[in-house]
């Protein structure tokens, strides 16, 4: 059974930063592909990022020179910095790992930014 855990959630100013982390559990097979899903509060859940095991990263306009990812493929684990955080970043941060065969999700981390 692959579990996906984030972390790094919390409270933060406007301006501030928050690192988020995704930890897949041992049986994964690698992570290929992580993705960063968002879903503000009577929104849809968005698409955030793409970062793939070959380095290149994709990020969506939104948060683009803001957000920056990585992952590190000896450990299944990716973060997620998140500076110069604004009110409308606020919202369920989900994580989604791709191992080659299945994608799976966690959880989710809340993600609150106060103006």
């Known amino acids: 059974q692959v579990r996906l855990v984030e972390s790094g959630g919390g409270l933060v100013q406007a301006g501030g930063s928050l690192r988020l982390s995704c930890a897949a559990s041992?049986?994964?097979?690698?992570?290929?592909?992580m993705g960063w899903y968002r879903q503000a509060p009577g929104k849809q859940r968005e698409w955030v990022a793409t970062?793939?095991?070959?380095?290149?990263?994709n990020y969506a306009d939104s948060v683009k020179g803001q957000f920056t990812g990585s992952t590190d493929n000896a450990k299944n684990t990716g973060d997620l910095q998140m500076n110069n955080l604004k009110s409308e970043d606020t919202g369920v941060y989900y994580c989604?790992?791709?191992?080659?065969?299945?994608?799976?999700w966690g959880q989710g981390t809340q993600v609150t930014v106060s103006s």
């Open positions: 989604a790992v791709l191992d080659g065969i299945n994608w799976y």
């Open positions: 041992s049986s994964i097979f690698g992570i290929n592909v």
């Open positions: 970062l793939n095991s070959d380095g290149s990263t």
